[in-house]
Every structure is written in structure tokens, then in C-alpha cells.
């Protein structure tokens, strides 16, 4: 298994902009995803990426999150600009290593975790 670390979570405001990276330790997976849940809901996919740089995004945060990748520092990010309290969340980055690249999929390594609190 891929070993995967979060960074980046904070505390913001609406509106605000929050970067989150995850580093693995080894060459980045083919596919991977970042992901959200809140207490008591079932986690949501929010982003993919592709080696080459293929992404997809969940609907809500289109044109609001960008997810990107560098091979070679094995990191992948979610730049995350206009924020809302809706987008509060404990974010965890996955891996799957075949090129089937969407956040509906199964993936196999997963971070702990990387806690992002927007308030009003």
C-alpha cells in the first residue's frame, strides 16, 4: 500500500482560499483523489487527477477547486478558493493505481486525514 499524508487544513472564512497537499512515499499512483466527509454523512468524492493531468470535479465545486499533481515531489494538491461553510469537512487524499480515474470508483490507499472549517 501507498502511504499517504495530508497537509494544509485550517480555519477560514467564506470566501477565504485553503491549499491542501498530500504526499506520498513513493512515485504518485496513476489516478489520484481528493475526498471529503462531515459527521454522520457518507464520504463524497470532490476531485481526481490523472498522471497526464486528466481531472474531473464533483458539481459543487467547479470553478471554485483545483486539483494538480507533481510527480515529482509524489504530491498532489486542492487549491480551494471561495470557500463556504458547506465545504467544512475533514479532506482526505487516495490513490488507485490503474487509469479508471473517477471518484465514484473503489481506491485503494487513503490518508488520515486534513481538517478544513469554514465559518460564515
Known amino acids: 500500500l501507498v502511504q499517504l499524508v495530508e497537509s494544509g487544513g485550517g480555519s477560514v472564512q467564506t470566501g477565504g482560499s485553503l491549499t491542501l497537499s498530500c504526499v506520498a512515499d513513493?512515485?504518485?499512483?496513476?489516478?489520484m483523489g481528493w475526498f471529503r466527509q462531515t459527521p454522520g454523512q457518507a464520504r463524497e468524492g470532490v476531485a481526481t487527477?490523472?498522471?497526464?493531468?486528466?481531472?474531473t470535479y464533483t458539481n459543487s465545486v467547479k470553478g471554485r477547486f483545483t486539483i494538480s499533481r507533481d510527480n515529482a515531489k509524489k504530491t498532489v494538491y486542492l487549491q480551494m478558493d471561495k470557500l463556504k461553510p458547506d465545504d467544512t469537512a475533514m479532506y482526505y487524499c487516495a490513490e488507485r493505481s490503474i487509469s479508471s480515474c473517477h471518484y465514484s470508483l473503489t481506491f485503494r490507499s487513503w490518508g488520515p486525514g486534513t481538517q478544513v472549517t469554514v465559518s460564515s
Open positions: 513513493t512515485d504518485l499512483p496513476t489516478c
Open positions: 487527477i490523472l498522471t497526464l493531468g486528466a481531472t
